[in-house]
């Protein structure tokens, strides 16, 4: 069963049956895949040096993987500034950590403190956020919930034990902060860096248990312009869920309905970050609210692993602007420090 909310996205209820039961993939993913979004009415202000290809002599913008202009705490504080729509966030430093001098020292090894289960060995190691002020963020959201992750991005390697916070008790909080500072040692993120505790976002537009399925779009930004947008979702996953094909169409509706709005607040930005070009996210929640999510350098790094170019932020296939695409095995490798730093 389903109904249609006030903000044209529909609610479903729980469905029998496995994912991808009776539906024809392949179809479904090629019906989905002619659908795109409408540009704003000021397309005239997109920037379109790359439609006929690459200008000669054209050179990317490449970037470490990790630059620190990709820190929450940077970029931040800068978009909540210009009234763009943004999660509430607070940044936590972490405090009183001794692992700096340990590694120095060579007196402990990162895989010790990845396997370690007690989050006090793992918190004297990294530094420990304060729990009051999480607590009291915590107490002040509306579902009683938060979401946390790192400074550079959210925790991937050990499911959600590092994400979400629930119950905001000190044995709680501490056993996923362990979690999601043990997740930086599998990712060979910068180790040390400050945690933000988010609000959680009510995004379960399919509470099925498989997919939110819920409208997000990306943005790109560069020089005080707005390049393109997208729907940053996985056709695959609406092409396995039933109904999907129906879902994502109201998705693409959900964003070209509020594209002058988002295109708005992304021009915002673009003159906010004006020095650099930009990928800008923003999603929808259950209530029709858009809020900007997340932002990162579009730039190319490079992969000794696997000895390519990649996109920092992802693009969409076949975009003019996709430069891991247009320039990912024919762009010269680069002259990679020692340290392999600014690779992965």
């Known amino acids: 069963m389903s109904e249609e909310d006030p903000n044209g996205i529909e609610v479903t209820e729980d469905r029998p049956g496995e994912e991808g039961e009776g539906i024809d993939v392949e179809d479904a993913l090629?019906?989905?895949?002619?659908?795109?979004?409408?540009?704003?009415?000021?397309?005239?202000?997109?920037?379109?040096?790359?439609?006929?290809?690459?200008?000669?002599g054209f050179e990317p913008e490449v970037v470490d993987f990790f630059d620190e202009r990709n820190q929450l705490s940077h970029w931040f504080p800068r978009?909540?500034?210009?009234?763009?729509?943004?999660?509430?966030?607070?940044?936590?430093?972490?405090?009183?950590?001794e692992g700096k001098a340990l590694l120095e020292e060579k007196d402990i090894g990162l895989m010790e403190i990845l396997m370690v289960e007690e989050p006090g060995v793992v918190l004297a190691f990294f530094g420990k956020?304060?729990?009051?002020?999480?607590?009291?963020?915590?107490?002040?959201?509306?579902?009683?919930?938060?979401?946390?992750?790192?400074?550079?991005?959210?925790?991937?390697?050990l499911g959600n034990t590092g994400n979400y916070i629930e119950e905001p008790s000190d044995t709680s909080l501490a056993h996923t902060v362990m979690h999601q500072l043990?997740?930086?040692?599998?990712?060979?993120?910068?180790?040390?860096?400050?945690?933000?505790?988010?609000?959680?976002?009510?995004?379960?537009?399919?509470?099925?248990?498989?997919?939110?399925?819920?409208?997000?779009?990306?943005?790109?930004?560069?020089?005080?312009?707005?390049?393109?947008?997208?729907?940053r979702v996985d056709k695959e996953t609406?092409?396995?869920?039933?109904?999907?094909?129906?879902?994502?169409q109201r998705v693409i509706n959900a964003i070209n309905r509020d594209a002058e709005q988002l295109y708005e607040w992304a021009y915002r930005a673009a003159h906010e970050f004006d020095n650099a070009s930009w990928s800008l996210d923003f999603v929808m929640d259950t209530g029709g609210n858009w809020v900007a999510t997340d932002m990162a350098l579009n730039g190319l790094y490079y992969s000794t692993d696997k000895e390519r170019w990649h996109n920092l932020s992802e693009h969409e296939k076949g975009s003019a602007y996709n430069l891991e695409e247009q320039l990912g095995s024919a762009f010269s490798e680069p002259e990679i420090p020692d340290d392999g730093a600014g690779s992965r």
Not at 33 to 56: R, V
Not at 184 to 197: D, N, Q, T, V, Y
Not at 220 to 228: C, H, N, Q, T
Request: aromatic share 10%; charged share 25%.
């Open 182 to 231: 043990q997740d930086r040692i599998m990712a060979k993120m910068p180790l040390f860096s400050a945690l933000a505790i988010r609000e959680r976002l009510d995004l379960d537009f399919h509470p099925d248990g498989r997919a939110t399925l819920h409208p997000e779009v990306r943005f790109f930004i560069s020089g005080g312009e707005v390049l393109y947008h997208f729907p």
């Open 30 to 56: 090629a019906e989905i895949s002619e659908m795109s979004c409408e540009s704003p009415s000021n397309l005239a202000e997109y920037q379109d040096q790359f439609a006929n290809g690459l200008p000669e």
């Open 238 to 248: 609406f092409a396995r869920t039933p109904e999907g094909v129906e879902h994502y």
């Open 79 to 97: 978009l909540e500034s210009v009234d763009v729509p943004t999660i509430d966030t607070e940044i936590l430093e972490l405090e009183g950590g």
């Open 129 to 157: 956020p304060d729990f009051d002020v999480m607590r009291e963020f915590v107490e002040h959201t509306e579902n009683g919930q938060a979401f946390l992750r790192g400074d550079y991005k959210s925790a991937t390697n």
